[in-house]
Nanobody, 121 residues
Framework: QVQLVESGGGLVQPGGSLRLSCAAS????????MGWYRQAPGKERELVAL???????NYGDSVKGRFTISRDNAKNTVYLQMNSLKPEDTAVYYC???????????????WGQGTQVTVSS
């Protein structure tokens, strides 16, 4: 089994910054794509950012130029640096990863439990 544990959420003022972390643990041979999604109250879950094992990135339009995704493959950890935060960034942020548990097995998709980010003065 694989667990994704997020940290770093909290309350921040508009224009401020936060850094989210997500560490994967458990039975892991390799991890392919890792990413962040978010869900605000009354809205559907949306893509924030993705990063491949080779560090190719993809961002949602609403966060381009403000958020940066990165990863440490040795630590099975993905990060999300969020700058110039806006009230509309308020949401629960979820970590996601495609994990291969064993050599030769298929990739399985996992979600973290979510961390709340609130942007408010």
């Amino acid at each position: 089994q694989v667990q994704l544990v997020e940290s770093g959420g909290g309350l921040v003022q508009p224009g401020g910054s936060l850094r989210l972390s997500c560490a994967a643990s458990g039975t892991i041979f390799s991890i392919n794509t890792m990413g962040w999604y978010r869900q605000a109250p009354g809205k559907e879950r949306e893509l924030v950012a993705l990063i491949s094992r080779g560090a190719v990135t993809n961002y949602g339009d609403s966060v381009k130029g403000r958020f940066t995704i990165s990863r440490d493959n040795a630590k099975n950890t993905v990060y999300l640096q969020m700058n110039s935060l806006k009230p509309e960034d308020t949401a629960v942020y979820y970590c996601n990863a495609d994990v291969r548990p064993f050599l030769g097995s298929s990739y399985e998709n996992y979600w973290g439990q979510g961390t709340q980010v609130t942007v408010s003065s």
